[in-house]
């Protein structure tokens, strides 16, 4: 008869997906990082070789870190309902799931500090207007080599006319 309860074996595997989404999200946030902050090395740091090979490793990663779970059943006395002592899930805790919201958390910061900065450095109008409350409309203009003449009958080789007819 099946159970609805996970059991002792299959606490682990169910644990291989989070554990592989949790890599892949910090892959993704320090690919991110890299391109934000340092563009002109992203393509020499994220060549395909290199993404293959973290994408692998997040897997590795991800399979092997659950299936420690496994090593606690060697000696288990499977009459009690706590297979797996207390002491190692704080160590799950600390090993998987802070480093991960650490780097993150560093991460996607700096790329929010760098896009403030960003945008403060091409709206600085716009921000102190937004700020007070008051409604502002910037036009930039747009210099060429040559000046803007308005009157054309100083410039015109052909001589005065004289006033336009209406």
């Known amino acids: 008869m099946l159970t609805s ?3 002792a074996v299959s606490l682990p595997l169910m ?3 989070g554990c592989v989404s949790i890599y892949h999200l910090v892959l993704m946030s320090v690919e991110r990082y890299i391109a934000i902050v340092y563009p002109l090395h992203y ?4 060549t395909d070789r290199t993404v293959k090979w973290a ?3 997040a897997w590795v990663a991800g399979i092997l870190f659950p299936m420690t779970w496994l090593l606690w059943l060697i000696n288990a006395d499977l009459r009690k309902c706590n297979l797996i002592p207390v002491h190692f899930l704080l160590t799950d805790t600390a090993l ?8 993150m958390l560093i991460c996607y910061g700096r790329i929010l500090a760098i896009s403030w900065r960003q945008r403060h450095r091409v709206e600085p109008c716009v921000s102190v207007s937004r700020a007070a409350g008051t409604s502002v409309t910037i036009t930039t203009a747009i210099s060429s ?4 003449h308005t009157d054309n009958r100083k410039y015109n080789s052909e001589p005065d006319a004289g006033p336009p007819v209406s």
Request: with cysteine.
């Open 5 to 7: 309860r996970p059991t």
């Open 15 to 17: 644990k291989v997906s």
């Open 43 to 46: 393509e020499t740091k994220f």
């Open 55 to 57: 994408i692998g490793a």
């Open 96 to 103: 998987l799931y802070a480093p991960v919201c650490i780097s």
């Open 145 to 148: 080599t040559e000046p803007e």
